[in-house]
């Protein structure tokens, strides 16, 4: 048993870089040290604990992370400072030597967040340390080796009230040759179904609609319990109380048709997929290592489309990385504009330290890569609003979030159509409703479809 009494009425801030999955354990943190006597303490109130968790997917982020911390430190003199996520882990010195923290928390460690955060705080000086400099961090990280990193924090975080993350999976056995994940997070993990199922009966009792499901590479599922994906979608969907699920990013070799299938039929998994493609060009996939080719991603694409005709499909898609030729990016943007997706989510390549890529010699020029994403981000723009046009006039189920008094609300349809009712006919008890309207024309800001109420 943790004495955790020295933590009674403190106050901590949270900041948070990179993905849902991130977020989703974020919020896992806040409510162990609310579990302790630590309250979130108010914007512009100087907080007793700091948690920066930290991503490190380019090096852009790289940056962030840096600056999140320095501003975190400078905004809070004298409080503890702990940094979690990818870029401690990867950079576990550096950050430790960064004035102001405390604390380092490496992939396996954050599990224990309570115990570290505990052992430290009995043994901190706080207010010299931060006065004087830092320094002084204590570095609660073991080591780098991916086989290492086996720990498995739970999570299932209210994002708002209408929606809850589920972290399902953890880590990645890919290696694509682009990417540090598999270094920063660990080898592929997961907890029994059981257990996930039961944490969504417990956001249900809470009063929950809609659970994301997030991970790393999800479709991994069962690398540690050997059950099967499917079978975890298939106990999701019994779960009463939720009317709607999402799964946030699907790989496309472990999007299965068995799978499609299922969700073409199913309760409450929504006919909304996002797969990353990263390219289109069979080969810049040989180079990044990918696990499939443009014929199974457009197979897959055509059967979702078969069985589901109205499902939203957003594609990530990377570009600039190093062996796309002026003539393989046309291959790309050429294939996508021949698939019916709804959204590229368009990110430029960066060079990681320590990746296969870089042993690739063909650079892209940054003007280059910059012109690639505004050419896949106009392509983008474009599909997104003829799918949204094509559903003027429908009918759909909408679930409302929470508006500021005064404001329109929105929500999204079932097939993530984001939805805007105006502020007058907003009313506080549609919020976590699921209500029925009709689909009228764009928003003022051409970003939802307006909400006529049926
Ligand atoms: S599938 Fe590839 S890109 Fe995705 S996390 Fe794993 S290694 Fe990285």
Redesign the pocket.
């Known amino acids: 048993m943790i004495d955790t009494s020295a933590f009674q009425g403190k106050t901590a801030k949270y900041y948070t870089l990179g993905c849902k999955l991130n977020f989703s354990e974020t919020s896992t943190f806040g409510r162990l040290l609310q579990d302790m006597g630590v309250r979130t303490a108010e914007k512009e109130e100087r907080a007793d604990i700091c948690l920066i968790n930290t991503c490190s997917v380019t090096e852009v982020a790289d940056h962030k992370c840096r600056q999140a911390i320095h501003r975190m430190v400078r905004e809070n003199p004298g409080s503890f400072v702990v940094v979690t996520g990818c870029y401690a882990q990867l950079k576990p010195d550096y950050v430790a030597r960064i004035d102001g923290v405390d604390l380092v928390l490496g992939s396996n460690e954050k599990a224990d967040l309570v115990q570290y955060l505990s052992n430290a705080w009995a043994t901190r000086d706080g207010t010299a340390r931060n006065a004087a400099g830092g320094n002084g961090a204590l570095h609660e990280f073991h080591s780098v080796r991916t086989k290492d990193i086996t720990s498995f924090q739970p999570s299932c975080s209210r994002g708002n009230r209408t929606r809850y993350f589920l972290k399902v999976q953890d880590g990645?056995?890919?290696?694509?040759t682009?990417?540090?994940?598999?270094y920063a997070?660990g080898f592929s993990r997961n907890p029994t179904i059981a257990s996930l199922v039961e944490q969504a009966r417990r956001a249900a009792a809470e009063g929950g609609k809609e659970i994301v499901l997030t991970g790393?590479?999800i479709g991994?599922f069962g690398e540690t319990t050997h059950e099967r994906f499917i079978d975890l979608v298939r106990a999701l969907d019994g779960v009463e109380g939720i009317s709607r699920f999402r799964i946030s990013s699907l790989?496309p070799d472990l999007l299965t048709d068995e799978l499609i299938d299922y969700c073409a039929g199913s309760r409450a998994f929504m006919p909304h997929f996002h797969i990353?493609l990263?390219s289109g060009s069979d080969e810049v996939l040989r180079l990044?290592?990918?696990?499939y080719d443009t014929a199974l991603f457009a197979h897959k694409i055509r059967l979702i489309k078969e069985k589901m005709p109205d499902a939203f499909i957003g594609v990530d898609v990377m570009v600039g990385c190093r062996g796309e030729r002026p003539e393989l990016f046309e291959e790309c943007y050429e294939f996508l504009d021949s698939l019916p997706v709804t959204q590229l989510h368009v990110f430029p390549y960066s060079e990681r330290p320590g990746t296969s890529a870089l042993s690739i010699p063909y650079v892209v020029a940054d003007k280059d890569k910059k012109a690639r994403s505004n050419r896949l981000l106009k392509l983008s723009d474009e599909k997104t609003h003829a799918f949204y046009a094509a559903h003027i006039g429908q009918e759909a189920e909408v679930l409302f979030e929470k508006a500021a008094r005064g404001k329109a609300m929105h929500g999204f349809t079932r097939n993530y159509i984001r939805v805007e009712l105006s502020a007058r006919e907003a009313r506080e008890e549609f919020d976590n409703q699921l209500l029925r309207v009709r689909l009228g024309e764009f928003n003022h800001a051409g970003t939802a479809l307006k909400a006529i109420l049926l």
């Open positions: 990645c056995n890919y290696f694509c682009y990417c540090t994940i598999p997070r790393v590479n991994d790989e990353p990263q990044m290592h990918r696990r």
